[in-house]
């Protein structure tokens, strides 16, 4: 089984930043992409950013610029460091992995149990 935890939610000013990360433990032979999704209430779940193996990097519009996602693959850990917050920033936001348990498995999605971030005034 494997697990992903977050951690670094909180409430935070407009203009604000945060950093959270994501520790992924269990049986995993090897990650592939990692990253970081979010849900605000009433919208569907969407990619902020995401991070290959090799490093290879992805940002939603919204973030570019503000959010910068980095990954530990030693510590089988990824970051995302948030600056310039903005009301709409608010959501849950999720770790999310693609973990191979064994070098005989194809790699399957797991999600972490989202953490709350709340920018506000």
């Known amino acids: 089984q494997v697990h992903l935890v977050e951690s670094g939610g909180g409430l935070v000013q407009p203009g604000g930043s945060l950093r959270l990360s994501c520790a992924a433990f269990g049986s995993i032979f090897s990650i592939n992409d990692m990253g970081w999704y979010r849900q605000a209430p009433g919208k569907q779940r969407e990619l902020v950013a995401s991070?290959?193996?090799?490093?290879?990097?992805v940002y939603a519009d919204s973030v570019k610029g503000r959010f910068t996602i980095s990954r530990d693959n030693a510590e089988k850990m990824v970051y995302l460091q948030m600056s310039s917050l903005k009301l709409e920033d608010t959501a849950v936001y999720y770790c999310?992995?693609?973990?191979?348990?064994?070098?005989?498995?194809?790699?399957?999605?797991?999600w972490g149990q989202g953490t709350q971030i709340t920018v506000s005034s």
């Open positions: 999310n992995a693609e973990v191979r348990t064994s070098i005989l498995t194809r790699g399957h999605e797991y």
């Open positions: 991070v290959t193996s090799g490093g290879r990097k």
